[in-house]
């Protein structure tokens, strides 16, 4: 009997694919999950605690944390996403006046959806306390003839996979 060299994927088994997901804000921000173009899935790191022992040593687990995740939208006129986003950045940090808001009026909560090819829900990341740490508003230029997008880093308190 011949060996088989590869093995194919499965008919059943559907892959997940990067261009089927969804991500959701609350309703207060005004921003719309059509906006999105890219966003990273979370990822966490657990740091190890070393335990010396004569020429040796052991690890166990330590502290974890989530790390940050950017997000890109495209900016559209009216009202456009920069300002959607700005008024998000003015809860953490007014820069008109130097306030500082506080974590119950900055920190979102906001649900990422992976799809299958009909569009049914396959997986959900619920992302919690989620805040600004970086936002970019792209650049113009004569030479360009692309869209203008808005970028965000966000620092989630914890993610939940959900499906």
């Not at 330590?62 to 997000?71: A, D, L, N, S």
Request: glycine residues 4%; contains cysteine; aromatic residues 12%.
């Amino acid at each position: 009997m011949p060996i088989l060299m590869f093995r194919p994927v499965p008919i059943d088994q559907e892959p997940k694919l990067k261009n089927r997901f969804v991500l959701e804000f609350p309703t207060e921000l005004g921003i719309e999950s059509y906006l999105v173009q890219t966003s990273k899935k979370p990822s966490m790191k657990i740091e190890k605690i070393t335990i010396p022992y004569m020429n040796t040593q052991s690890y166990v687990a330590g502290k974890y944390y989530f790390e940050e995740m950017e997000i890109t939208f495209i900016d559209v006129i009216g009202p456009s996403t920069s300002q959607k986003v700005m008024e998000w950045v003015r809860l953490h940090a007014e820069p008109a006046t130097g306030k500082m808001g506080y974590a119950v009026g900055y920190k979102k909560n906001l649900v990422l959806k992976a799809l299958d090819p009909v569009g049914v829900e396959v997986e959900k990341w619920t992302l919690v306390g989620c805040q600004i740490v970086s936002a970019s508003f792209d650049e113009y230029s004569y030479e360009a003839n692309e869209l203008l997008k808005v970028s965000i880093t966000i620092q989630p308190d914890r993610c939940f996979l959900d499906a």
